[in-house]
């Protein structure tokens, strides 16, 4: 199994980017799949995106499409979330996840999960 820390969350207005990471230790030769998730205050935690352990297969999730990118570098054991044109409505806690099976949206099917990373998106 593997242990996530995600960083690169923050304060920024409306409008502008942000890339957050996933660094994943421990056990990284096992194939993993990573997911982001996001969770807003009084709301159900979201599924925002995923990528398979190859790179070579994504999701993303519908309020999103567009406007983020997920990648991964396995040279870094990272994965990345590149959020573009930042909306009030993405403020979140932003979680990364792993799984072990076939990729999927589901919150449930994944495994490890990171402490989270804060995203305020001002108007």
């Known amino acids: 199994q593997v242990q996530l820390v995600e960083s690169g969350g923050g304060l920024v207005q409306a409008g502008d980017s942000l890339r957050l990471s996933c660094a994943a230790s421990?056990?990284?030769?096992?194939?993993?799949?990573t997911g982001w998730f996001r969770q807003a205050p009084g709301k159900e935690r979201e599924f925002v995106a995923a990528?398979?352990?190859?790179?070579?297969?994504?999701r993303y999730g519908d309020s999103v499409k567009g406007r983020i990118t997920i990648s991964r570098d396995s040279a870094k054991n990272t994965v990345y979330l590149q959020m573009n044109n930042l909306k009030p409505e993405d403020t979140a806690v932003y979680f990364c996840a792993a799984g072990y099976a076939e990729i999927t949206t589901e919150a449930a099917d994944y495994v490890q999960w990171g402490q989270g990373t804060q995203v305020t998106v001002s108007s």
């Open positions: 990528i398979t352990w190859t790179g070579l297969t994504t």
């Open positions: 421990g056990r990284t030769f096992i194939k993993y799949f």
